[in-house]
């Protein structure tokens, strides 16, 4: 992360797949780079969800207030 951060690049973090769908929810990113075995979610289904990318700002907001009521 530093070095990305070193070389300008805007960087934020996630620790798992909740805090991930916030943060994409919060500033769409340019480019993920995740771990295949990412708690709360796992990289397929992460993929999965990405792939149906564009989609409507509503349904972005739904999909993620779902994921925080489960929490």
């Keep these: ?14 620790t798992n797949g909740d805090e991930l769908l916030e943060a ?3 500033v769409p ?3 993920i780079l ?3 075995a990412l708690p709360h979610m796992g990289a ?3 993929a999965q969800w990405l ?4 989609f409507p700002l ?3 907001l739904d999909e993620v207030r779902r994921v925080l009521r489960r929490q």
Excluded: I, W
């Design 51 to 54: 792939e149906n990318k564009p």
């Design 29 to 31: 990113p340019h480019v």
């Design 1 to 14: 992360m530093r070095y990305l951060e070193h070389f300008s690049f805007r960087v934020t973090q996630a």
């Design 34 to 36: 995740t771990e295949v």
């Design 58 to 60: 509503s349904t972005m």
């Design 44 to 46: 397929q289904r992460l």
């Design 24 to 26: 994409v929810a919060r």
